[in-house]
Nanobody, 125 residues
Framework: VQLVESGGGLVQAGGSLRLSCEAS????????MGWFRQAPGKERESVAA????????YYADSAKGRFTISRDNAKNTVYLQMNSLKPEDTAVYYC???????????????????WGKGTLVTVSS
């Protein structure tokens, strides 16, 4: 599975961005998906995750109430809608996929099998 993120860019604090993660190579129907981010000088951290069907989601505390993860299996794409952005949201955002036959979400990075190369989000104050 190849994952390609898009939608990053420069936005002012309080603004919004929608990130997309398009998968190719195989359908993501049996994949749990996640968004992670890594800010300069910091470790990679989980942002949000979604199970294979979209029926279960997870959000890091920093994302709750502001970000929404969703997926369109017909388009083989996962989205991260980010609203009320803050300067501390500045990071490279990565999409990840884990082949699974369970209905769970995965908030840790270790279980994920495939990773995209990331898209940069910069939030100015």
């Amino acid at each position: 599975v190849q994952l390609v993120e898009s939608g990053g860019g420069l936005v002012q604090a309080g603004g919004s961005l929608r990130l997309s993660c398009e998968a190719s190579g195989r359908t993501i129907t049996n994949f749990a998906m996640g968004w992670f981010r890594q800010a300069p000088g910091k470790e990679r951290e989980s942002v949000a995750a979604i199970n294979y069907s979209g029926g279960s989601t997870y959000y890091a505390d920093s994302a709750k109430g502001r970000f929404t993860i969703s997926r369109d299996n017909a388009k083989n794409t996962v989205y991260l809608q980010m609203n009320s952005l803050k300067p501390e949201d500045t990071a490279v955002y990565y999409c990840a996929a884990k082949l699974t036959f369970s209905s769970g979400t995965y908030y840790r990075s270790e279980p994920y099998d495939y990773w995209g190369k990331g898209t940069l989000v910069t939030v100015s104050s």
